[in-house]
Each structure stands twice: as structure tokens, then as C-alpha cells.
């Protein structure tokens, strides 16, 4: 990489992790900025936000979760629960030398630094949520909501619980794969409306039949898919899938928390053209009962769901404006 690409000025690490080993990046000095990617990514997908975070004076780090890249991929399914991906996060911020750090993260991510805070409110001072909002946990299990959903086809999630199924369409081709996912939910290259929506397939189908084809979205270089499917075609997607096949794990392991707002200092942004935006509208609306220290929220117009990388640099103004804003 150039000496221009922020991906290029970042350090590399290996700490240790109740899995083994956290592979992070980082970058600056100053108060800690834990970055949590989402699905189907990795650090690299807040590349734009570390060198902007360091020039603001934060020591930004950006972790490749439990399952994917360079961290530990444990066999077991169980071993991708919420409250072991907690507890990476805490451990990697004790093994940086800190005891608190604020926790920022999006998709996936948002959701693990949500009960990152939730859990360990000692470690874990602020968070921010990017793309998904936070939802305490209650109702029904999480997989008998996901089945119910999309009549005669089959939801997403629904489709990554079998083990080996989802892995089966994706490995054959996963830089194909990967850049018709990233171009289904990105604004300039979705779906019209009108379109069969790409989050489900018909039964006995597949995801990536629903994908537009031949063009990448603006955020998306050739050489930036290229890093992202290099990682993939290494590791495989079984890491990463496991997260989804942990939903009722997650659902029994956070059963005390059922109904808990998160008290710490919070931000939200999201994409108005975003489905996790729209479809959790009401979890949004609830943000002064859920999100009582919410300092503000943003709702992104024309923005698809990768957001940080859509938008850099309307999210990077946000995110040190709310930096700036807490407590030391």
C-alpha cells in the first residue's frame, strides 16, 4: 500500500484474547477508540476512520472480531456467543495497557459494542452504533421471529443457521460474492424498490441470486474488494457465520439483561436507505427509553448500510464532534 492509503500508516498487533489471539490495528495517541466491524468485513473497513480519529488526537483501534482475519477461529459454534465476543473486546483493551475505552461499531459490530457496554459498563465508557440501533434483548427467540418472516421465502438469517449451507454459495466465489453483497446494500448500486429485496431468497434458493451484478459501489476500489476477499478466501466464512448461529445462545446467556438501557453516553448513525434502518424504526423511537445518555443521533439521507465507508467523511465529522463532547 501507498504512503498515501491510511491502511498503510496503521500498525499491526496480536494480543491475547480468551480465544487465543486478537489481531488489531491502530493508530494515534490519546483516550482508546475500540472500532467493531460487521459482516462480511474486518478492520479494514474503518480505514478511513483511524487516520481521522489519530489526527484528532484518539488512539484508534480497529480489531478483526473472533472468526475472521488474523484473530482466533475457534471450532466450536458456541465459542462465537456475544458474551465471549464481550469478553474479547475487554481483554483487548486490558491487554493495550487501558482499563476503560470508548466502543464504536457497526452491522455486527454495533450489536457487540451495544453489549459490550450493556455488560461491561466497567470498561466500556461510551458507544457508539453505526447502522444498527440498539434493541434490548426480550420477545420470543430470535430464530422463531426469523422464521416467520418473508412468507414463501426465507430470511437471511434463517439461511445462515444450517452450518455449511451458506458457506457452500460463498466459497466457490467469495470475491464475487463479496461484491454483490457490498453493491445489494450500498445507495448507489441497490436494488430498485420494486426488486426482489436481496435479505431474503426463495426457499431452496440462493443470496447471491438476488446480488446486482458487474458494477461496484463508489465507496469500493478493485483493490479494496481485493483486500477484503483475500482475507475471506483465506479464512473461510464459517468464523464469521457462527455469529448468526448464536442468536438463542445469546437470546438465554442475556436473559438478566431483558429490557436494560445502556445508561453510558451513546451516539447513533444511520442510513436513510438502510433496511437496518427502516425495519428497527421503532427500536430508533425508542432511543429515549433504551438510550437514556444518547447524545445524538443522525439519520444519513441517500445512504446505504456500509456506512462508514460511504459516507467517511460526514461520519468522521460526526464521530469527533461526539468524541469531543464526553467526559474525559
Same mark, same amino acid.
Given at each position: 500500500?501507498?504512503?498515501?492509503?491510511?491502511?498503510?500508516?496503521?500498525?499491526?498487533?496480536?494480543?491475547?484474547?480468551?480465544?487465543?489471539?486478537?489481531?488489531?490495528?491502530?493508530?494515534?495517541?490519546?483516550?482508546?477508540?475500540?472500532?467493531?466491524?460487521?459482516?462480511?468485513?474486518?478492520?479494514?473497513?474503518?480505514?478511513?476512520?483511524?487516520?481521522?480519529?489519530?489526527?484528532?488526537?484518539?488512539?484508534?483501534?480497529?480489531?478483526?472480531?473472533?472468526?475472521?482475519?488474523?484473530?482466533?477461529?475457534?471450532?466450536?459454534?458456541?465459542?462465537?456467543?456475544?458474551?465471549?465476543?464481550?469478553?474479547?473486546?475487554?481483554?483487548?483493551?486490558?491487554?493495550?495497557?487501558?482499563?476503560?475505552?470508548?466502543?464504536?461499531?457497526?452491522?455486527?459490530?454495533?450489536? =457487540?459494542?451495544?453489549?459490550?457496554?450493556?455488560?461491561?459498563?466497567?470498561?466500556?465508557?461510551?458507544?457508539?452504533?453505526?447502522?444498527?440501533?440498539?434493541?434490548?434483548?426480550?420477545?420470543?427467540?430470535?430464530?422463531?421471529?426469523?422464521?416467520?418472516?418473508?412468507?414463501?421465502?426465507?430470511?437471511?438469517?434463517?439461511?445462515?443457521?444450517?452450518?455449511?449451507?451458506?458457506?457452500?454459495?460463498?466459497?466457490?466465489?467469495?470475491?464475487?460474492?463479496?461484491?454483490?453483497?457490498?453493491?445489494?446494500?450500498?445507495?448507489?448500486?441497490?436494488?430498485?424498490?420494486?426488486?426482489?429485496?436481496?435479505?431474503?431468497?426463495?426457499?431452496?434458493?440462493?443470496?447471491?441470486?438476488?446480488?446486482?451484478?458487474?458494477?461496484?459501489?463508489?465507496?469500493?476500489?478493485?483493490?479494496?474488494?481485493?483486500?477484503?476477499?483475500?482475507?475471506?478466501?483465506?479464512?473461510?466464512?464459517?468464523?464469521?457465520?457462527?455469529?448468526?448461529?448464536?442468536?438463542?445462545?445469546?437470546?438465554?446467556?442475556?436473559?438478566?439483561?431483558?429490557?436494560?438501557?445502556?445508561?453510558?453516553?451513546?451516539?447513533?448513525?444511520?442510513?436513510?436507505?438502510?433496511?437496518?434502518?427502516?425495519?428497527?424504526?421503532?427500536?430508533?423511537?425508542?432511543?429515549?427509553?433504551?438510550?437514556?445518555?444518547?447524545?445524538?443521533?443522525?439519520?444519513?439521507?441517500?445512504?446505504?448500510?456500509? =456506512?462508514?465507508?460511504?459516507?467517511?467523511?460526514?461520519?468522521?465529522?460526526?464521530?469527533?464532534?461526539?468524541?469531543?463532547?464526553?467526559?474525559?
Amino acid at each position: 500500500m501507498s504512503k498515501s492509503d491510511p491502511a498503510a500508516q496503521v500498525k499491526h498487533r496480536l494480543v491475547s484474547s480468551p480465544a487465543g489471539r486478537v489481531h488489531l490495528v491502530e493508530q494515534g495517541t490519546g483516550p482508546l477508540v475500540l472500532l467493531v466491524h460487521g459482516f462480511p468485513e474486518s478492520w479494514f473497513s474503518w480505514r478511513h476512520q483511524l487516520s481521522a480519529l489519530a489526527a484528532a488526537g484518539y488512539r484508534a483501534v480497529a480489531v478483526d472480531v473472533r472468526g475472521y482475519g488474523r484473530s482466533s477461529k475457534p471450532d466450536d459454534i458456541a465459542a462465537y456467543r456475544m458474551l465471549e465476543l464481550v469478553e474479547d473486546n475487554a481483554a483487548v483493551v486490558h491487554a493495550l495497557g487501558e482499563q476503560t475505552a470508548v466502543i464504536v461499531g457497526h452491522d455486527w459490530g454495533a450489536t =457487540i459494542a451495544a453489549d459490550s457496554a450493556l455488560v461491561r459498563p466497567d470498561v466500556f465508557r461510551a458507544v457508539g452504533l453505526l447502522s444498527v440501533p440498539y434493541a434490548p434483548r426480550g420477545g420470543p427467540r430470535p430464530t422463531e421471529i426469523f422464521s416467520r418472516m418473508g412468507g414463501d421465502e426465507e430470511f437471511y438469517v434463517s439461511y445462515f443457521q444450517k452450518p455449511g449451507r451458506a458457506e457452500a454459495e460463498i466459497e466457490p466465489d467469495v470475491r464475487g460474492w463479496l461484491a454483490g453483497m457490498y453493491a445489494a446494500l450500498s445507495a448507489d448500486t441497490m436494488p430498485p424498490a420494486d426488486a426482489p429485496d436481496p435479505h431474503f431468497v426463495f426457499k431452496g434458493g440462493r443470496l447471491r441470486d438476488r446480488f446486482p451484478a458487474g458494477r461496484l459501489p463508489a465507496w469500493l476500489s478493485e483493490a479494496d474488494l481485493d483486500v477484503y476477499a483475500a482475507e475471506f478466501e483465506r479464512t473461510g466464512l464459517v468464523g464469521a457465520l457462527n455469529r448468526y448461529r448464536n442468536m438463542d445462545r445469546d437470546w438465554e446467556d442475556l436473559a438478566d439483561f431483558d429490557g436494560s438501557p445502556i445508561t453510558q453516553p451513546s451516539l447513533f448513525v444511520g442510513g436513510a436507505l438502510d433496511a437496518s434502518t427502516t425495519w428497527m424504526a421503532d427500536a430508533i423511537k425508542a432511543f429515549p427509553v433504551t438510550l437514556p445518555g444518547l447524545v445524538s443521533s443522525h439519520i444519513l439521507d441517500g445512504c446505504g448500510h456500509w =456506512i462508514q465507508q460511504e459516507r467517511r467523511d460526514e461520519v468522521n465529522e460526526i464521530l469527533i464532534g461526539w468524541l469531543a463532547s464526553l467526559p474525559a
